[in-house]
């Protein structure tokens, strides 16, 4: 060796976000992926009992509010935008310093997993009310228990909070905000529709219940 002459020596590393290869940017990577399988597991077992479940007899319809279906239609737009507007596969939808990053796909599992069992206990609740359209039937009753007893349109909190948990996992936040609003239009028509129906069936008491419950987040913000 030369006298003078340097040594190169390796560089250190630098403080700031997780860069590909780093232990923490692998682990954050296998807990988003972790998370998405279970959130698909939510979503298989969620389309299953909308599509292949026993549904028990419900009548005739007597009355039946066909604007809802164009709120189903803007409903599925705004899944349709959580899906699309994706961002980098399993990455973070914010970057967030340590031990934060597992909060998004630690709190899209709590969202799925509690939505599919209030969708779930909704449908159980329901009976023969039940149904994809707004409509009333012969016999029409007025559901306050169970999960009907927490919000007026607990399906509805259960398909947002689905949204959610898939935009936390999936989606750049773009699209997450975009579906969110698409889909809040679309179920504002959907609850629009269906409690015209039920304050015309059931009047005072539904007005009761409707002061007294919240319509689809469990919060009053004042009287």
Do not use: N
């Not at 059931?202 to 419950?213: D, I, L, P, Q, T």
Request: net charge positive; glycine share 12%; proline share 7%.
């Amino acid at each position: 060796m030369l006298h003078g002459e340097r040594v190169a020596r390796p560089p250190r590393d630098l403080p700031g976000p997780a860069r590909v290869g780093d232990d923490s940017g692998v682990s954050l990577r296998w807990a988003y992926l972790a998370a998405f399988v279970l959130l698909a597991a939510c979503w298989i077992a969620f389309f299953a009992r909308f599509i292949f479940g026993k549904r028990p007899s419900s009548g005739e319809a007597t009355k039946t509010a066909r604007l809802s279906i164009l709120g189903i239609a803007i409903q599925g737009l705004g899944y349709a935008a959580v899906w699309m507007l994706e961002r980098p596969r399993f990455g973070p939808i914010v970057p967030l310093p340590g031990a934060l990053g597992l909060l998004p796909p630690v709190l899209a599992v709590g969202l799925a997993f509690a939505s599919l069992w209030l969708a779930l206990a909704s449908i159980r609740t329901l009976g023969r009310e039940w149904s994809f359209e707004a409509r009333l039937v012969e016999g029409h009753r007025l559901v306050t228990a169970g999960p009907y007893a927490i919000v007026r349109h607990p399906i509805y909190s259960a398909m947002l909070g689905m949204l959610l948990a898939t935009g936390l996992l999936i989606s750049h936040w773009i699209g997450l905000v975009a579906g969110v609003a698409i889909f809040a239009l679309g179920t504002w028509i959907r609850v629009r529709s269906e409690e015209e129906l039920l304050r015309g069936q059931f009047g005072g008491e539904y007005e009761a219940y409707a002061r007294r419950v919240p319509a689809i987040v469990p919060l009053r913000f004042g009287r």
